[in-house]
């Protein structure tokens, strides 16, 4: 819930200050001046105060008369306008806030610097409290950064906001600005249309639709961002298996060997059917990757079982063993041979310790990095803040834990006399500490990296001596007088294939393993998806929906709409906008009954949101809701509906400006409850 409960004006001058001042309730409450009064620029400061200027259009240019920027009348004559700020009291129902802008600040002060007191200081009475927040708005990050006022106004309000695709692909928080167009009209060109006019710079898609959804809390947003979150994972998972897949296949075209083929990744077959073909848990190496041989092809496993059978048999020709000093020279050499065998399994043992301790110590360090990045951003946000003008940012010690270690600080003892680091020194003293810490865990990494090239080298080394060992025990036994060149050279070829194929199947082996997870994994998101359903809503959803077109139409009937019979008219569930039957309404029919098509539909928006435990915060901002001369007839229930709106087992807030006499006014709304904020001359004079 959102409420306003109080406004102060002010612009100061060389020749002394002028100011304007209200108080609001639950409600109706119009704003009633004269034309070229003030009544657009007491609704438009309500918007700059909270950082809202966005949704009037982009920029700030023309939000705020010369009253406010740059010269404003004072006894009688136009004086230059030194200092102009906005003060806004406002509550969620629950605690009070003090917001206050500066349309000219003072020097040293940006206007997108806000201060915010934990306190009513306007209706309450009290005084500024010396230790105020300090926000900012107009740039980067105010609805995701910490010290961004957009960030803090949502969370005072209850809301998290959800992320929404954009034209670019990207996705962005839902804007307030975008949010706020459904509670704010401005008179330009706020009411041409029968839908509100929803902020087009932030290239958000469909923003009239996300904004109904989180407004009215429909499952099918939810759902959404779930369902783009749930493919999101899809897709990071598509290229782990397609990076895998790339590698299994070089590695064994390398190996003059090929990998059965299998369904591609997302089809409906490759979440049906087993990869490769092969039903188990775990699938051996050796029967996915196979080998052409003469006219046909083998498994892996059918090539190794072939080569070993056919080394075995060029080894069981008959041998004699070797005597004199050649064999002390061989058994010698072999003596050596296994004794570095011993060794490398030694030093391999060695690496594997190595590589577990980095890996441990690499996820300690990725950890305290997160931190210290994290912490880097709130300082990064402090000097923005102190760029803008604050007097001193209390985020830098608002989690009263160390950056580092992330310890409790309370109670800790200050060493006398020990310097004490200003913003920009802080700043800078994070920024190295993640420059240290990056600096090792890539030290890390390249050890790692330097650990596999040495376990490679050692590995392939050991298979080398192991293939000398047999050579040694070959040369030992003798071969048999029979025996023929061409053998030995087949043996010794078919040993070095046997090798290659062995090293093949053993690395294959992790690949095939991680593969098998990421299917799994794939398939566990898809079942989460097909859960999801269509976008179709829920029955909740249609109850939500339902009970909106309801009170919509009740209104139209009120407020004397003509141009088709309210039952006829309904609510399109993918755009939001107002049909009949199956079409758009357009622009058909009168300006007049175009405007209440409008009222219509933001009234009974809140009414909905208030009676459905939904997001709308309950605040209507109209400025000129009687344009194209509505006739009195239907300015009547429009008023009267605005003041005993429900909401929330209450009433929601509307603040409306009008030109009509008082008693007009008060004739209009009799025997209702609602107050004047009357500006006799002008706003600021």
């Known amino acids: 819930m959102l409420r306003i409960a109080a406004v102060s004006i002010k612009s100061f001058t060389p020749e002394g200050s002028v100011g304007f001042f209200a108080k609001f309730g639950d409600g109706l409450t119009v704003v009633r001046a004269k034309n070229s009064s003030g009544k657009t620029l007491l609704l438009n400061s309500i918007m700059y105060a909270l950082g809202l200027e966005g949704t009037l259009q982009p920029g700030k240019q023309g939000v705020l008369t010369q009253a406010l920027t740059t010269s404003v009348e004072v006894n009688g004559a136009k004086r230059p306008v030194r200092q102009a700020l906005i003060d806004l009291e406002i509550t969620n129902g629950t605690s009070s806030i003090t917001v206050r802008r500066y349309s000219v600040p003072p020097a040293g002060v940006n206007s997108d610097l806000i201060t915010v007191w934990d306190e009513p200081l306007l209706s309450g009475g009290g005084n500024e409290s010396p230790s105020p927040a300090y926000y900012y708005v107009g740039r980067g990050g105010t609805a995701q950064n910490e010290a961004g006022f957009h960030n803090y106004l949502a969370r005072f309000l209850g809301w998290t906001l959800p992320l929404v695709p954009t034209y670019g692909g990207k996705e962005v928080p839902l804007y307030l600005q975008v949010l706020a167009a459904l509670f704010f009209v401005e008179q330009k060109q706020g009411w041409s249309g029968i839908v509100p006019r929803m902020p087009t710079q932030y290239q958000i898609r469909e923003p009239l639709r996300r904004s109904i959804e989180f407004y009215l809390k429909l499952d099918v947003l939810e759902r959404a961002r779930k369902r783009a979150e749930l493919q999101q994972g899809l897709s990071v998972l598509r290229a782990e298996y397609a990076e895998m897949r790339g590698a299994l296949d070089s590695a064994a075209h390398l190996a003059n060997a090929r990998v059965t083929t299998t369904n591609e990744f997302g089809t409906t077959a490759f979440y049906r059917n087993p990869l490769f073909g092969i039903d188990a848990d775990s699938i051996d190496a050796g029967e996915v990757l196979t080998l052409y041989q003469q006219t046909d092809w083998e498994t892996l496993n059918e090539g190794v079982q072939r080569l070993q059978i056919s080394i075995r048999s060029l080894a069981e020709a008959q041998r004699a063993p070797f005597v004199g000093p050649d064999g002390e020279v061989l058994n010698s050499e072999l003596r050596q041979a296994r004794d570095r065998l011993r060794e490398i399994t030694t030093e391999l043992q060695a690496l594997d310790d190595a590589a577990n301790m980095l890996d441990m110590q690499r996820g300690t360090l990725e950890k305290r990095l997160r931190l210290l990045k994290q912490e880097q951003r709130r300082y990064k946000d402090i000097r923005s803040l102190e760029s803008l003008g604050a007097e001193f940012s209390q985020h830098a010690i608002a989690h009263h834990d160390c950056p580092t270690c992330q310890q409790s600080l309370d109670g800790t003892e200050i060493m006398s006399g020990a310097p ?239 030109s009509e006499n008082p008693d007009v006014i008060r004739d209009w709304l009799s025997g209702y409850e609602y107050q004047i904020v009357d500006v006799e001359e002008k706003l600021l004079v």
């Open 420 to 658: 004490i680091l200003s913003t920009t020194e802080s700043s800078a003293l994070v920024d190295q500490q993640v420059q240290t810490i990056a600096t090792v865990i890539d030290d890390a990494e390249r050890s790692n990296r330097a650990n596999e090239a040495a376990r490679g080298s050692l590995e392939r080394e050991a298979g080398e001596i192991r293939s000398r060992i047999r050579a040694i025990q070959a040369d030992l036994e003798g071969e048999a007088p029979g025996v023929s060149v061409a053998q030995l050279q087949k043996r010794i070829l078919e040993e070095a294939r046997l090798q290659e194929l062995l090293r093949l199947r053993d690395n294959a082996q992790g690949t095939i393993n991680e593969l098998i997870d990421t299917r799994k994994r794939a398939i566990q998101v898809k079942v989460q998806l097909d859960d999801l359903g269509d976008g179709e809503f829920t029955a909740k959803d249609t109850r939500k929906f339902n009970t909106w077109q309801q009170h919509l139409r009740r209104l139209l009937a009120s407020y004397q709409f003509t141009v088709f019979a309210p039952t006829e008219v309904g609510i399109d569930s993918q755009t939001m906008r107002p049909v009949h039957g199956q079409s758009d309404l357009g622009f058909q029919g009168s300006a007049s009954d175009g405007l209440k098509m409008r009222w219509s539909y933001l009234l009974s928006l809140v009414q909905t949101s208030g009676a459905m435990n939904g997001m709308h915060p309950g605040l209507l901002l109209l400025d000129g809701p009687r344009m194209y001369d509505v006739e009195p007839s239907a300015m009547r229930p429009f008023l009267q509906s605005c003041a005993q709106l429900p909401y929330r087992g209450g009433k929601a807030q509307v603040v409306l400006t009008l």
